[in-house]
């Protein structure tokens, strides 16, 4: 096999054919099959033919210099002729302008006679309008949680998104019921917001998931639990749908055009037990400039929006290890972020 055909083979064009004086290509896949300096090298005056940026497009696959961006779990901000002027959440909903913007890509590579560079900037979400809610540490599954009381507050305040910034359930030390989850579903549906959730350190096992769903299904449990909840087969599915989207981190765009980074917070290598200014400390070692860093985890508030740092309290009482550490947990706390990217805590009540 000669050096193109397994070139063609490598990168995925499937098919060539003399085109005049050079080569047709067709089936080219997607820009990063286009690695100039070896097409250059291959195949001198090539000319290119394929759908793949329409059919990319129709998967809300979007071409970003020779990357690809999914925008199944992503959202684009895009200066091309096809995106600019338009909102980023239509951009990136819209096959019609996916495809064209994939078209334009595709043929700028081509032109440019070099690589081009990316020129989309990508957030998990961008936040346009309406209310935000963000809310830490629920840990449904221990008897201490005050989940229930978390949504009767997220119900009166009827956010547009609602942001879970992880250990939404607790897998590690918990025993969720099979009602609570039902429960957790159906208000999280009722509530009808958008939701992005994060993992945190009790709730990012997917073994630990895959053992406590397991056991709903073929334990020894009645199917059927006394109360007001029945057991509902679709809980669990729902259950496995929050964690199927769930992510480490969120970058997102605020509607001021500020941009926020959304994670639990453990991963931070600070001490349960530190202070708030160790806490600061490092939450401002690592931040991007001009960034804003929003975590959980510690379950004590820290509300530093000028300076870029803040850390949400829980909603659960305390535990014998918070007493046993001299920690006095902040409960109830919901941050809100307004439609002009402003910032507030709200605090609920017992």
Not at 13 to 39: N, Q, Y
Not at 79 to 84: D, K, L, V
């Amino acid at each position: 096999m000669g050096e193109t055909a397994k070139w063609l083979m490598r990168t995925g064009l499937v098919m060539m054919a003399k085109f005049g004086k050079g080569h047709l290509i067709v089936g080219a896949t997607s820009p990063r099959s286009l690695a100039e300096s070896e097409i250059a090298r291959a195949l001198p005056n090539t000319s290119y033919s394929g759908m793949a940026w329409l059919l990319n497009a129709n998967a809300y696959v979007a071409y970003n210099g020779t990357r690809t961006i999914d925008l199944k779990q992503s959202v684009m901000e895009c200066a091309c002729a096809a995106c600019s002027g338009r909102p980023a959440n239509q951009v990136s909903r819209e096959i019609k302008t996916i495809a064209e913007h994939n078209l334009i890509e595709f043929k700028s590579l081509l032109n440019g006679g070099k690589t081009m560079p990316a020129s989309s900037e990508v957030f998990d979400a961008v936040i346009e309008g309406g209310l935000t809610a963000v809310v830490a540490d629920l840990h449904i599954g221990r008897v201490l949680s005050l989940w229930r009381e978390c949504f009767k507050e997220l119900e009166r305040l009827k956010p547009n998104r609602v942001i879970f910034l992880g250990d939404t359930h607790d897998f590690k030390y918990g025993k969720p019921f099979t009602f609570e989850f039902d429960a957790f579903g159906l208000r999280l549906i009722e509530l009808d917001a958008d939701a992005i959730p994060l993992r945190g350190c009790c709730d990012s096992s997917f073994a630990d998931l895959e053992r406590i769903t397991r056991g709903i299904l073929f334990g020894k449990r009645p199917f059927r639990l006394p109360g007001p909840y029945d057991y509902r087969p679709e809980a669990v599915g729902r259950l496995m749908a929050f964690y199927g989207m769930s992510k480490d981190r969120a970058r997102i765009r605020l509607p001021d055009g500020k941009i926020a980074i959304f994670e639990h917070g453990h991963r931070l290598g600070v001490d349960r037990a530190a202070s708030l200014d160790d806490v600061k400390a490092a939450l401002l070692k690592d931040k991007e400039p001009g960034t804003i860093r929003v975590i959980g985890h510690f379950h004590r508030s820290l509300f530093e929006p000028d300076e870029g740092v803040i850390m949400l309290g829980c909603w659960q009482t305390m535990t014998s290890e918070e007493e046993n550490l001299g920690i006095a947990p902040d409960i109830m706390e919901v941050l809100l972020i307004r439609e002009d990217g402003t910032f507030e805590i709200h605090r609920g009540e017992l």
